[in-house]
């Protein structure tokens, strides 16, 4: 057996078996963590090690807004704590794949500008609340995605401060409370950036 197929072959193979661990009836928080981490590694298998871009790209964008739906849709609550592994897993596929780039990208962006605007909306509270399910995967498209890397370093590199200075000002509570979603994206893009 060739690598290339070994690895097509793990990709599936881990992306059932965290599948079945995210639904498991009885799954606790260790086997959704499990999940989470085997579902990101299938990503990465997905992206690299299959051929045809275009079926993974299909599925990944799929995800996507299964993602979305059982996010923000009150029919899925049930399912409403699993949204933020599919996002953030078929982020990764759909980055690695992404035949579009400029769409990707400007995708990503309209995800992480959404994100940051529900983090500062006095409004819904809930939306406030689901604004890294948007920052994280949105981030993570564009940090792949994007071509020059030194502009999406100085982005990155931008949150990382930004979270930072919101976090240590002792002025608005509303930036301190925000501050560590604003680090974690910056911190996630970079680390992206920095490995592709």
């Known amino acids: 057996?060739?690598?290339?197929?070994?690895?097509?072959?793990?990709?599936?193979?881990?992306?059932?078996?965290?599948?079945?661990?995210l639904y498991f009836p009885q799954a606790g928080i260790l086997l959704k963590g499990v999940s989470f981490v085997l579902l990101s590694i299938s990503a990465i298998l997905a992206g690299t090690s299959f051929q045809n871009k275009r079926t993974v790209e299909i599925t990944a964008a799929l995800g996507l807004l299964v993602g979305l739906v059982f996010l923000y849709l009150p029919l899925f609550a049930s399912v409403r704590g699993t949204a933020f592994h599919l996002l953030f897993a078929?982020?990764?596929?759909?980055?690695?794949?992404?035949?579009?780039k400029r769409f990707a990208t400007a995708a990503s962006v309209f995800f992480v500008f959404i994100g940051i605007g529900f983090l500062y909306q006095p409004f819904l509270p809930?939306?406030?609340?689901?604004?890294?399910?948007?920052?994280?995967?949105?981030?993570?498209?564009?940090?792949?995605?994007?071509?020059?890397?030194?502009?999406?370093?100085?982005?990155?590199?931008?949150?990382?401060?930004?979270?930072?200075?919101?976090?240590?000002?002792?002025?608005?509570?509303?930036?301190?409370?925000?501050?560590?979603?604003?680090?974690?994206t910056g911190l996630t893009g970079f680390i992206v950036v920095a490995h592709r």
């Open 1 to 21: 057996m060739t690598k290339q197929k070994w690895n097509q072959q793990s990709a599936i193979g881990l992306g059932v078996l965290s599948l079945g661990f």
């Open 90 to 100: 078929n982020a990764i596929a759909f980055g690695l794949v992404a035949s579009a």
């Open 126 to 184: 809930s939306l406030s609340g689901s604004s890294l399910h948007l920052l994280l995967p949105g981030i993570t498209v564009f940090a792949i995605v994007s071509t020059p890397t030194v502009l999406s370093e100085r982005i990155t590199i931008g949150l990382i401060t930004l979270g930072l200075i919101s976090l240590c000002q002792p002025w608005l509570i509303l930036f301190y409370q925000t501050g560590f979603h604003l680090l974690l």
